[in-house]
């Protein structure tokens, strides 16, 4: 009797297993792939460049990477300067001001929701911030970090994609000592630690996916600081499931911190004026997250980096942004560039994939 029961308990475990390494169809599992580029900083070299005489279009120094921006469930870009139009025309730094023109190229390259908390978000005072929103919500263009007002500020910016809901925070470190009115502090969200830890525990409770974006760090830096460390763990603790860094200019490494965390301490630049060879090579980044069915929890697959070359001043008088690979032509030596990147942004974690091209 004791060897019947014996074979019925091994009878019934090879079942159990047997329905645990069934494989789950394609169907039920639900996957998010959200891609960033870092900092749309709208130098006059770059708005020169986008005036064609009538107007601005900036559409063209998109162009060779419009494909990859757009083809995910959800883009992002770090927005670094406002876009006030009439009010204070394009300026350039310190104090910017880009043509709002600007926000119909991310939004024709694709992009769904562009960070706005940035140390030149009160560069031109409370109505230069007011008057940028507004060109936002006229071109129903999705930002965070900067809001109009309170409403506005508690107002939880979520996309649904595939039965996932994605959640988006941002937060910069400072205004460069410009004023921020004590009566309109939501016009930029400052790093405060406990508020950004209540913040970012309330996003993660409404949403599949909570992604933060922090203005924070050591500019023309290649490895975050204690201080940016130190706020990741906070967001970790707090349930973020992504970390997205700006400031730097330049490109800082991955990491991946559990099963469903990750994070990118410095996007780097993307489109903008700068001169320093460094700060000219920045990337399209893909994480995608995937929910299996009863699981709580989302897990982080993959994370990628397509490396880009934002090319123009001093060498040329035209600007735009291509692919790394194909920058040879702009004096770039791609090999090395590639090699270098692939120590730099594998410095936390393996969990990252350069490619040359995304989607190819």
């Known amino acids: 009797m004791q060897s019947k029961k014996k074979y019925f308990s091994f009878i019934l475990s ?22 960033s580029v870092g900092d749309i900083l709208v130098h006059d070299t770059v708005y020169q460049d986008a005036w064609n005489g009538e107007t601005y279009d900036f559409k063209k120094q998109f162009a060779a990477v419009k494909k990859y921006m757009e083809n995910a469930d959800i883009t992002t870009a770090n927005l670094e300067v406002i876009a006030a139009g009439d009010l204070t025309g394009a300026q350039s730094y310190p104090l910017f001001s880009s043509p709002p023109e600007i926000l119909d190229a991310l939004k024709d390259a694709g992009v769904d929701i562009v960070t706005n908390a940035t140390n030149h ?100 830096e290649s490895y975050p600081n204690e201080y940016q460390r130190e706020i990741v763990n906070i ?38 004026g700068q001169a320093q060879p460094e700060t000219k090579i920045g990337g399209i980044f893909e994480y995608t ?40 032509e702009y004096g770039v030596d791609v090999e090395g560039a590639f090699a270098s990147l692939n120590e730099k942004m594998r410095y936390y974690t393996n969990h990252v994939e350069i490619v040359k091209y995304l989607d190819e």
């Open 121 to 220: 978000t009160m560069d031109h005072g409370s109505e230069g911030a007011h008057a940028s929103i507004q060109e936002l919500k006229d071109r129903d263009m999705m930002y965070v970090g900067s809001f109009e007002s309170w409403d506005d500020y508690n107002t939880l910016r979520i996309i649904e994609v595939n039965g996932l809901k994605v959640g988006f925070l941002s937060y910069s470190y400072g205004a460069n000592g410009n004023y921020i009115p004590e009566d309109e502090q939501y016009l930029l969200a400052l790093i405060d630690p406990e508020l950004v830890k209540l913040e970012t525990e309330l996003l993660a409770s409404k949403t599949d996916v909570a992604v933060v974006n922090m203005q924070l760090g050591e500019e023309y």
């Open 289 to 328: 997250f995937a929910k299996y069915p009863d699981q709580d929890d989302v897990v982080l697959e993959k994370m990628r980096m397509m490396p880009t070359y934002g090319y123009g001043y001093p060498e040329f008088t035209e600007h735009g942004v291509v692919p790394l690979a194909d920058a040879t």
């Open 235 to 272: 967001l970790r603790d707090a349930g973020a499931n992504f970390y997205l860094g700006g400031h730097p200019h330049i490109v800082q490494p991955f990491d991946y911190f559990s099963p469903s965390q990750g994070g990118l301490y410095s996007h780097g630049n993307f489109l903008h």
């Open 14 to 35: 090879l079942l159990v297993l047997s329905v645990t390494l069934l494989p789950v169809s394609a169907e039920e599992v639900q996957r998010v792939t959200i891609r």
